[in-house]
């Protein structure tokens, strides 16, 4: 037996990118524990990643290709070879690109756990030279993007090890105790040290629970709950005009569009005391350092763009930047590495038609000249993670289109598919690996060997490009040489190579880590924050921060809100759950329907029903009601989740998913 123990990092969707240690026996993970080349992970890591071998051998990991041999969405494969699937694969996407042309092939995917070799490089060129549609990639991050890009431009936050120095910790639509555990003992050295800790989120989260305030927002509203705290800076003479005048333009617009909302009439329609409202008010403007860690709640919604830009636009208004501690934090993703990942695809981007991956199921029904006729799907699972989740099975379950899936484990979306193709795990393949929380770049071999004949998206999409013929020569093909083209980007690629060789892991220069204002400034045009950005303010309808009413009918009065299980990254690890989900609702909209704790529920709209458990809480305000987001189809009673109920509409930037933007009702079954 060969024992080996081996460093990596996590890239799962999370914002720690923990370091890990993993132990190996011939090849096989047999323990993963915390690393210490990062100090945010200091040498712990969450439950996910530590039962990951679970994960790796357990029985729904797909180890060969795999053929329908059934009617389409029954989940009857026989297994093939690499060869006789690619042979498939190929002839079929060469049919349809040479009959109809690129546009009506699709590349579904998501990137939210993968480094620069996995999201991209092949698999961008693959599909960029075959003339394929291009995807708009708007589930998570798509809104926040957008206005983060717009006030500051690329600039990273906060770190998340200096929120120890702030005095006012404030946590605006985030859970870290379930997407983020290692901001957690972080905030409670601050708390021990004197830090005050604010919580914006309609659930009672567990750091709700020991904040010193809790606003409850309707989900929706935080909108009016920023612009009235903005509205209150500056009416209260609380706003920094030294450091807006220095550093920030339309500074008027916005005090003006924020103007309507004073504190009883934002706090009315987010169903808050305005006595609460105020409080925080007082708190924020008086703490120095403060930090607001903006996270995605808040953005999945009809008015999420502008609500992120409004909370976005806060420390710059109170005068909260410029010190360690202070600020805010939206992704470090934005952190500037300087090398371009972007070097490794060389091939342009195709001027092809984009689709908002928020809306498959839409496009897979109603798109022509040319229709939707192949989609191959990897980094991903839409059946269990896109809106409007009947249309998106029924499209992927259509006859006349040809569903290919390169994944792990046989998904929700992988039993839809005409082929399924084996895919390494990440300890399993070589990765370029940066954080989005943790500022942090790791480069991470295998260290673990794949079960079966699984492939990496470079060996698989490196296959394609050979056996369509598009490759050219000189094309960097392999990792190492896609590695090389990444840090051949840019004059600094060489310092950083040469610390990856060393340590296998990199730190932003600024160390310990760069204060916003004070190591690193906005990167917009003219260096300034832009309070009212005339992009964001053209694509926002009605413009930037105007505020679109709570959606809720007679019919469907309740708001349904689809947060992170603890257990899960988004749909990741779902088949390890078999355990049913309930749907939580207060005490008071449970007695109003007859409903105990442990009824069978139906919860429906136009869209779709659920049928699960009811689960009676008193985390959850009147008016809301929760089913966590990522579920499979085993975890309800009639295979349907949250998605089912949840609209395609997309919110006022960044053509954003409004997972939490769903009204509904719910009955005793
Ligand atoms: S999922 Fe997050 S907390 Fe868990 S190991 Fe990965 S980076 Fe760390």
Redesign the pocket.
């Known amino acids: 037996m060969v024992a080996q123990l081996s460093s990596s ?10 370091s ?1 240690e993993v132990r190996t026996e011939d090849g096989r993970v047999v323990e ?1 524990d ?1 690393g210490h080349r990062s100090p945010l ?1 200091d040498g712990f ?6 039962k990951i071998a679970a994960h790796l051998y357990g029985p729904d990991r797909v180890q060969t290709p795999l053929i329908r041999a059934g009617a389409k969405g029954t989940g009857g494969f026989r297994a093939a070879t690499w060869d006789e699937a690619l042979d498939l694969v190929v002839g079929r996407l060469r049919e349809i690109v040479g009959r109809a042309g690129g546009e009506a092939v699709l590349p579904y995917h998501y990137g939210g756990s993968n480094g620069w070799l996995t999201e991209g490089a092949l698999a961008s060129r693959f599909f960029r030279r075959l003339g394929a549609s291009n995807l708009d990639r708007t589930f998570c991050a798509a809104a926040t993007t957008a206005a983060t890009r717009g006030l500051y431009g690329v600039m990273p936050g906060v770190a998340l090890e200096d929120y120890v120095d702030a005095r006012l910790i404030v946590l605006w639509g985030v859970n870290p105790s379930a997407t ?3 901001l957690v003992p972080v905030i409670e050295r601050a708390r021990a040290a004197g830090a005050r800790l604010v919580v914006v989120d309609p659930r009672r989260t567990p750091l709700a629970r020991r904040a010193d305030l809790h606003l409850a927002v309707r989900p929706g509203a935080d909108l009016p709950v920023a612009l009235a705290v903005i509205h209150a800076l500056f009416s209260r003479g609380l706003a920094d005009d030294a450091f807006l005048a220095a550093h920030a333009v339309e500074v008027d617009e916005l005090r003006r569009r924020a103007a309507r909302w004073t504190i009883e009439a934002a706090a009315a329609e987010a169903g808050l005391a305005a006595a609460d409202l105020d409080a925080f008010v007082t708190l924020y403007a008086a703490a120095s350092p403060a930090v607001i860690r903006v996270g995605w709640g808040l953005e999945r919604n009809r008015n999420g763009g502008g609500a992120a830009a409004a909370v976005l636009a806060l420390p710059a208004v109170a005068g909260k930047l410029g010190v360690r501690g202070g600020g805010y934090t939206m992704s470090n993703g934005d952190a500037r590495w300087a090398v371009d990942p972007e070097a490794a695809i060389v091939a342009p981007p195709a001027p092809t038609r984009t689709i908002n991956m928020s809306r498959i199921g839409r496009a897979l029904r109603e798109l022509d000249a040319p229709r939707l006729e192949a989609l191959v799907v990897y980094n991903c699972n839409p059946a269990a993670t896109a809106p409007d989740q009947l249309a998106v099975r029924a499209g992927l379950c259509r006859d006349d289109v040809f569903v290919v899936v390169h994944d792990q484990v046989m998904t929700d979306t992988a039993r839809c598919a005409d082929v399924v193709l084996p895919a390494t795990a990440f300890l399993e393949h070589r990765d370029l690996r940066r954080g989005y929380g ?1 500022m942090r770049l790791y480069d991470s071999p295998a260290v673990a060997t794949p079960p079966g004949q699984a492939w990496s998206n470079t060996r698989l999409f490196g296959e394609l490009l050979r056996r369509m013929e598009l490759t050219r020569p000189g094309d960097p093909m392999t990792d190492d040489e896609l590695t090389a083209a990444i840090f051949a980007s840019a004059p600094e690629g060489a310092v950083l190579r040469a610390r990856l060789d060393a340590d296998g892991v990199a730190a932003l220069p600024g160390e310990p880590r760069p204060v916003p204002f004070r190591d690193v400034m906005p990167t917009t045009t003219d260096g300034k924050i832009h309070l009212v950005p005339a992009a964001l303010d053209a694509e926002a309808p009605g413009g930037l921060y105007a505020y679109r009413g709570d959606p809720g009918t007679d019919a469907y009065p309740l708001a349904l809100i689809s947060p992170a299980l603890a257990t899960q ?1 988004s749909s990741t690890f779902g088949q390890l759950r078999r355990k049913e989900v309930a749907i939580e609702l207060s005490a008071e909209d449970a007695a109003a329907r007859g409903i105990v704790d442990g009824d069978e529920v139906r919860v429906w709209n136009a869209l779709g029903e659920v049928r699960c458990a009811a689960a009676v809480s008193a985390d959850v305000r009147p008016g809301v009601v929760v089913l966590p987001k990522g579920l499979w189809r085993h975890h309800t009673r009639n295979g349907h989740t949250a998605n089912a109920l949840i609209p395609d509409a997309v919110a006022d930037l960044g053509g954003q998913a409004t997972y939490n933007d769903a009204r509904v009702q719910v009955a005793r079954a």
């Open positions: 990092a996590c890239p799962l969707d999370c914002p720690d990118l923990c890990l993963v915390g992970t890591i969450c439950g996910k990643v530590r983020g555990i290692h943790a990254i």
